[in-house]
C-alpha cells in the first residue's frame, strides 16, 4: 500500500503488445492496494522519426518547433496506455507534460525541470484512476512547449515521485539493472544488488545509458527510493540507495566507456591570465558542454588548451574554435574524435587508496596508452585510443575483481 | 491589409513538399502586408493511422484517450509548417488549441467552440509573427485534449477569422471551389463564383464535402468572409456571402447525393401520444443524428416510423432498436442501406415555384423511384436507390439548366 512511480522508456512500450504487457504489469501493482503514476517515454523510434521529418523540412529547426513536434511521441504514448489499461478493466487517465503542470527553463530541447503541481495527479489518483504521465515534457512560463533532452523521462518520474512522495520509483528498461560493466563487453560482468546516488551519477554521466544523470540527482536531492529494473521479466533490479546505507565498500563498483567525445586541442595559445577563461566563457554560452580540461605546461610564453565535448557538438562549436583562434591569438586547434574515455568508480575509493596505480599499471600492461586524466574522490576517468575501449574494460574488470561478490 | 486566416486541409499538407508549398503561399500572403494566421489539419492518413494504432490496443477506445491521440496529428502539422515558413526567412509560432485557448464542451471527439480569447494569437501577431494554429481541437473546461470530429479544421478557421474580426477566411483545399454537382459525376457542372451561407449549409449537411457545416454557420451568425479555394492552384475560388448580396438567385444553385445514410423502418408501433418522442429521445442521448423522419398513417391502432442515419452509427443505434422493439411493443425494424439521399438547393426557390414538381417529373421520366421526401424553404432532398444516384445527379443538373451562365 503506498504511491509507486513506475517509468517505462520507449523499448518497453515500442508496439502495441509491448504496450499492453505495460498495462498489465502496471494494474498488477495498482491491485496490489498502490497509488500508480505511470511516466512513458515516446514509442521506440518515433523521436527519430519525427526529427527525420523536421529535417526534410528544413536543415536548421526551431528548437521551440522542434519540441513541439517531438513531444507529440509521448502524448502518443500514453493516450495508448490508457487505452490498455482500460481494457484490462482498471480506470486511468493520460496527462501531458502540460496538463500536469511540469514547469521548466525555456531552455528548448534540454529543459530543466523548476516546479511540478502533485495537485491534479492527486485528484485523479484519488477517484481511483491510474495516472499515465508522458515523459520528457513540460512547459515554461510562456506555456510553450519543452523537452527535458534525451533520457529526460527518468527525470520526469523522479521529479514526480519526489513531489508525490511516492514509495518507490522503478525505472523499466530493457537492461535488468545496473552492471559492474557492460555485459556485451565482459560477459561476466555482475548486476549490482545495490548502488549509491553518487556512483550512479558518475557512471550516468561517464556513459552508462541506464539511467539519465537528472534524475539521479533529484533521486538524491528529494530522498527519492529509485530502483532498476527489466521491464521484460522479474528479475531484482538494482536499488540506488544512500551511501550511509550502504553496506559493502568495495575499492571499484563499476567500469564504464563513453566513446561520444572527441578532445579538441587549442594550440600555441598566448599564457596570459584569463585566456582559458576566455575560451570556456565563449563556449559555455554556447551550451556546450565541456568535460575534461587539461592546460599543458607553458613553453615560451605560449600554451595548449585540450579539453572534450560531445562529439555531437562538434557541428557547433568550429566556428566558435574559428573565431577564438583568432581572437585568442592561438596558432590553430585540431579535433581528435578516435579517443574513448575510461572510468573506475567507487565511494570505496574514498578509503582505499592505490586504485589510480592499479588502473594505470594494469592498462600499462596491456600495452594501453593513457592520455589525459580526471579524478573526483570516487572517480578516476582516463582518456584512452577508441580502438583498445573494449579491451580496456576488460582488463580492469578482471584487475579489480569486479566479477566476484 | 488586413488580417487574413487560412486554412489547408489534410491533402495539402500530405507530405513535405506540400508543407513548403503552403509555407510559400503563407509567406507571399504576408509580404502583401497581411496578419496571417494558418490553421492546418494533420497530414493527409495520419489521423487514420493513429486511429489504427488505437484499434489494435482495444476495440473500444476511450473517447478522451482518443483525442488525446489524434490531436497529435495537427501539433506534427503546425510545428512543420512553422519550420517551412522560418525557413522562407518569415517568423513563425506554431500553437496547439489548448495553447490559443479554444475552449469547448466536453462532449468528445464532436466537441462544439464555446469561446476563445484571440488574446495569444494577437500578441504574436503584433510581433509581426505568423502564427500556425492547430486545426480540429481544443480543451474543454477540465484541461483535457478535445476534437471537433472530422473537417472541424474548418470550423476551427472560421471561429478564429470570427474572434480576430478577420477580413478574410480562405479555406485552401484540393477542390478550387464550390461546383453545382460533383464533377466526377457531371463532367459539365460550372464552378460557382458565389452561394449563399443558406445554400452552402444545406449543400454541406447534403454531402458535399467542400465545408463543414459548423463552419458555415459560425461564418453565417459572426459575418465571417469566407472563400473556398484550391491550395494547388491560384484560381478564384466561391465566395460564401450573406444571402442580401447574392446577385443572381436561379431556383437551383446545386445538386448534391449524399450515400452514407441508411434507412431504418419501426414497424408496427402503437400509434399512441409519445411513442414517437421516446424513441428519438432515446437515440438522442446516445448522440446519433437523425435525419429524415417519416411516421406513415396509422392502421388498426399502429404506425410503421421511418428515418434515417449515419451508415457509421448502425452499429452504436442497433442494440438501441432492439431494446426500443421490445420496450415500445413495436413488431421488428429493418435496416437499408442501399439508399441515396438526393437534393436540390437553392436561395430561389423562396421565389420560383414548381420547382418540386419539375424535379420529380424529370426522375420519374428518368425510371428513378422515390421514397421518403423532406423539404426546406430552400432545399428538396428525397430518397432514392443508391443505384440510380449518379444517373438522378445528371438527369437534375440537366433539367434545371446548371451547366449555364
Known sequence: MGVIVQKYGGTSVGDSGRIKNVARRVVETKRKGNQVVVVV???????????????????????????????????????????????????????????????????????????????????????????????????????????LGRGGSDTTAVALAAVLKADMCDIFTDVDGVYTADPRIVPNARKLREISHEEMLELASLGAKVLHSRSVEFANKYDVPLCVRSSFNNSEGTYIVKEKDIVEEPAVR?????????????????????????????????????????????????TDISFTVARGDIPRITPLLDTLVSGAGAREYTI??????????????????????????????????????????????????????????????????????
Open 336 to 405: 581528435d574524435k578516435s579517443i574513448a574515455k575510461l572510468s573506475v568508480v567507487g565511494i570505496g575509493m574514498r578509503s582505499h587508496s592505490g586504485v589510480a596505480a592499479k588502473m594505470f599499471g594494469a592498462l600499462a600492461k596491456a600495452g594501453i596508452n593513457i592520455s589525459t586524466i580526471s579524478t573526483s574522490e570516487i572517480k578516476i576517468s582516463c582518456i584512452i585510443p577508441e580502438k583498445d575501449a573494449k579491451k580496456a574494460v576488460q582488463v580492469l574488470h578482471s584487475e579489480f575483481e569486479l566479477d566476484k561478490e
Open 41 to 147: 517515454s515516446a514509442m521506440g523510434g518515433t523521436t527519430d522519426k519525427l526529427l527525420e521529418m523536421a529535417k526534410q523540412i528544413t536543415d536548421t529547426p526551431s528548437e521551440r518547433e522542434s519540441d513541439m513536434l517531438v513531444s507529440t511521441g509521448e502524448q502518443i504514448s500514453v493516450a495508448l496506455l490508457a487505452m490498455a489499461i482500460h481494457d484490462l478493466g482498471e480506470d486511468a487517465i493520460s496527462l501531458t507534460g502540460a496538463q500536469v503542470g511540469i514547469m521548466t527553463d525555456d531552455i528548448h530541447t534540454r529543459a530543466r525541470i523548476l516546479e511540478i503541481s502533485p495537485t491534479k495527479m492527486q485528484e485523479e489518483l484519488n477517484k481511483d484512476k491510474i495516472v499515465v504521465v508522458a515523459g520528457f515534457q513540460g512547459i515554461n512560463i510562456k506555456n510553450d512547449i519543452t523537452t
Open 254 to 302: 563499476g567500469i564504464t566507456t563513453d566513446v561520444n567525445e572527441a578532445k579538441i586541442t587549442v594550440k600555441h595559445v598566448p599564457d596570459q591570465p584569463g585566456i582559458a577563461a576566455k575560451v570556456f566563457t565563449k563556449v559555455a554560452e554556447y551550451n556546450i558542454n565541456i568535460d575534461m580540461i587539461i592546460q599543458n605546461f607553458s613553453e615560451d610564453g605560449y
